[in-house]
């Protein structure tokens, strides 16, 4: 039923008005303290760097990131000394590793490649000859402004390289604003099939992320029926490189917990596997608690977590790791079957970098102690194919697992 319609002067008395305001007044400021309230342990955890002095950082760290690019040691060592030089400038008003606990101003610095990036027209599609001998042709979007920020990335499965006709029947709002590059599959079977899918995909990966800037929380894969079940793979392999899969088809047998790390959606038909992607969430860069079996030897890496030493192929059962971090005590606990040692890249959203850490590895307790450091920051850079998304300044390795008991 719905509520009745009370007739009202249009003027109220002068009392009745301020009671009003006041009402309305005291609304909105118990709104803000809740607001400020529930934001302030993650501000606390990771404070905002003032822009100013995240400017200090942009040159050097950018520098270090086109030297490399470059295979340039010299340049490499100067832009080092550069980035040394701008902590030092920054010591008195970030001491120790405060000044790693500024996650986006580093992700930024390291995007930012002091802003020299290489021509790229929106609203094309370029062809490149990559130094592995392929060619590549991917659409650059109309509105890639890589000075701006970065685009998001559709990596499309396909049979073969992507032209203007294909593009063109890609809704007109992801050929506005997303890269969209095909990964190439092949007509093989079993392991062959897998290893070729592989290296298209990982290079046209490590070639992308060098000539544009790509946003590295909304990497999207894309694929129909006869190649569905392949590009699943993969992403589980590695499932904190992408952000989601859309999919026509099946996804096929692959492990319940790399799966639950991607937003994942199956379509019936290509245009919907587009549409969902347009709406797709981002993807959750410092997860502190996840599940995953390893597949594959070279494929070690999940989030913050290296597996350096385990056996995925013992007869009767697999490797897998099941990570939690709690900031609050500043506790990891790993528990882990057939996984012998790790690594750990670690930043002050995980956990508490200026105190102890206490490591329960399948039940055993230790306590650790890490340094942070900007060099450490760009080897992650490298090793997760130029995340700009990830950030850890601290790392700890070679940590034992012992058996479970």
């Known amino acids: ?3 009745p319609v009370t007739s009202r002067s249009p003027y109220s008395p002068l009392a009745a008005r301020a009671a009003k305001l006041k009402s309305v007044v005291m609304n909105r400021i118990l709104l803000l303290l809740t607001a400020l309230l529930l934001a302030g342990p993650a501000m606390s955890q990771v404070p905002e760097m003032k822009s100013t002095d995240a400017k200090k950082l942009l040159k050097g760290v950018g520098n270090w990131v086109l030297a490399d690019f470059a295979e340039d040691p010299a ?27 500024y996650l986006d101003a580093w992700g930024e610095a390291l995007a930012q490649r002091a802003g ?15 130094p592995w001998g392929r060619t590549l042709s991917y659409w650059v979007p109309k509105n890639y402004k890589p000075k701006d920020g970065g685009s998001p990335l559709v990596l499309w499965f396909r049979d073969s390289d992507l032209s203007e006709d294909d593009v063109a029947a890609i809704p007109i709002e992801l050929q506005a604003d997303y890269v969209i590059a095909p990964v190439m599959v092949p007509s093989a079977e079993g392991e062959e099939l897998l290893t070729a899918a592989r290296l298209s995909f990982f290079i046209d990966f490590i ?30 392999l590695a499932p904190h490189a992408v952000a ?4 026509v088809g099946e996804e096929g047998d692959l492990p319940a917990e790399n799966m639950a790390m991607i937003a994942m959606n199956k379509s019936d038909s290509l245009d919907d596997a587009w549409a969902w992607v347009k709406d797709a969430p981002v993807r959750n860069p410092y997860p502190t608690e996840f599940s995953a079996e390893l597949m594959d030897i070279q494929f070690g890496r999940v989030h913050w977590v290296h597996a350096r030493k385990f056996d995925p192929s013992l007869e009767g059962s697999v490797a897998k790791i ?31 970098l200026s105190k102890p850490i206490k490591i329960v590895r399948n039940g055993q307790e230790i306590e650790v102690s890490t340094n942070a450091g900007f060099m450490i920051v760009l080897e992650n850079y490298r ?15 070679g940590i034992d697992i012992p058996p479970k008991e």
Request: some cysteine; glycine content about 4%; aromatic content about 8%.
């Open 322 to 352: 099941n990570v939690k971090a709690d900031r609050a005590s500043n506790t990891i606990t790993i528990d882990a079957e057939n996984v012998y040692q790790v690594d750990l890249y670690l930043n002050d959203q995980i956990v508490d």
């Open 207 to 236: 070639w992308l992320s060098k000539q544009l800037r790509i946003d590295r929380n909304r990497v999207y894969v894309l694929a129909d029926s006869d190649h569905a079940a392949i590009a699943a793979k993969l992403c589980a």
């Open 116 to 130: 020299k990036y290489p021509k790229a027209k929106g609203g094309k599609l370029a062809s490149d000859e990559t």
């Open 75 to 101: 340049d490499k060592l100067d832009a080092r000394d550069e980035v040394q030089k701008a902590l030092d400038g920054l010591a008195k008003k970030y001491p120790g590793a405060e000044v790693y606990r």
């Open 244 to 247: 989601g899969l859309s999919i």
């Open 383 to 397: 090793t997760t194919l130029f995340d700009t998304g990830t950030v850890y300044p601290a790392k700890y390795s």
């Open 1 to 3: 039923m719905e509520a």
